[in-house]
């Protein structure tokens, strides 16, 4: 009786060929994965760091939404680079960025319209101009004709500036006069100046120190930043002023849009929505609880009436938009501002 090799060699044959089937498919789903990297200032704790916050839940969503297809590596901390040598990347490589003022001053000036002190006097009214305004579409349309880069979102980084200084309560602008503070940029320096104060631009890696040394006698921050530098162990006084909206800007390159299929675009949109929908619902939720722990740390809280509000407005306000005109911006980009605020 003759014995049949060729079914056991049939069956390797065949199992051969299903585990390299598998090894392919394997291969193709491995190489249809796409890595976006996502950069942006600031430490990895979501708890501290609202960036991170919205940039850990854009991850999950992204990934859930795409089915894995697209997947999110983060670089906090400015680990690619400081503001403008991450700008100059997600100008050249496909990559998304979270940018502030900094970061997107140089190449649109126009952006410090935005920061108009004492344009908006909560979330709601702050959330409206950047969702609904005719300056926000004009300006997502300037800087993708100027930087080839997209604006996809404006990032809520901690709610509203707060004055603070080590030297006495401020409650009108007459407060400030003699005394020095750190200036963020250019901007905020001419802020305090027609407050009477001097400002001086400073790095956030050294504000603490500054403050601790008396090199600065104050600063402003929201409280969340306040608390992310321990400014309350070197500050003892904390105006709730609303000066400015605190936010930063979700960058995104060209390339990197027009790769992706219409599902992945429209999966990438609808995350970027939902995870700043999450983030002004975390940044509003935690407010008054950040107040508190500045207070049980020792600082003196003061709430501004609103009719010291106004006073800090009349004086502050003109200034700014004066400085605005110095810097060659085009007026009908501040005429569009205050429209959409509701202030003209």
Do not use: C
């Not at 680079?81 to 003022?101: K, W, Y």
């Not at 920061?115 to 579409?137: C, H, L, Q, T, V």
């Not at 909206?245 to 999966?267: G, H, I, M, P």
């Not at 949109?269 to 049980?296: P, W």
């Amino acid at each position: 009786m003759k014995t049949n090799n060729t079914l056991p060699a049939r069956k390797s044959l065949l199992k051969a060929y299903v585990i390299g089937i598998g090894a392919l498919l394997t291969s193709i789903s491995v190489s249809a994965q796409t890595t976006i990297n996502v950069s942006y200032n600031g430490a990895p704790d979501a708890e501290k760091n609202a960036v991170h916050l919205f940039a850990s839940n854009l991850k999950s969503l992204v990934e859930e939404k795409t089915n894995g297809e697209l997947s999110l590596k983060l670089y906090p901390n400015s680990m690619l680079g400081e503001e403008d040598e991450r700008m100059e990347q997600v100008m050249n490589t496909p990559s998304l960025n979270i940018a502030s003022f900094a970061g997107v001053s140089p190449l649109f000036p126009e952006i410090f319209v935005s920061a108009i002190p004492f344009m908006f006097s909560d979330f709601d009214a702050a959330r409206n101009f950047f969702d609904k305004g005719e300056y926000w579409k004009a300006s997502k349309n300037e800087f993708y004709t100027r930087t080839g880069t997209h604006l996809m979102a404006v990032v809520e980084e901690g709610g509203f500036l707060a004055f603070t200084n080590n030297t006495r309560p401020i409650r009108s602008p007459e407060d400030f006069k003699g005394l020095r503070f750190r200036a963020m940029d250019k901007s905020q320096v001419a802020l305090y100046e027609a407050f009477g104060a001097s400002g001086t631009p400073i790095p956030w890696t050294e504000v603490y120190m500054a403050l601790r040394t008396g090199v600065a006698d104050g600063q402003m921050n929201p409280p969340m930043y306040i608390m992310l530098g321990s400014l309350q162990e070197v500050q003892k006084h904390l105006t709730l002023a609303n000066i400015q909206y605190s936010d930063q800007f979700l960058v995104a390159n060209d390339e990197l849009l027009k790769s992706l299929s219409d599902a992945q675009r429209t999966a990438l949109n609808d995350a970027i929505a939902e995870a700043n929908e999450k983030n002004r619902q975390a940044v509003e939720s935690q407010v008054d609880k950040r107040i508190q722990f500045l207070a049980d740390s020792g600082m003196e809280v003061y709430r501004p009436t609103t009719e010291e509000l106004l006073a800090f407005q009349q004086v502050g306000q003109p200034s700014f938009l004066n400085w605005l005109s110095e810097q060659s911006i085009d007026q009908k980009w501040i005429d569009m501002a205050l429209k959409d605020a509701g202030m003209k």
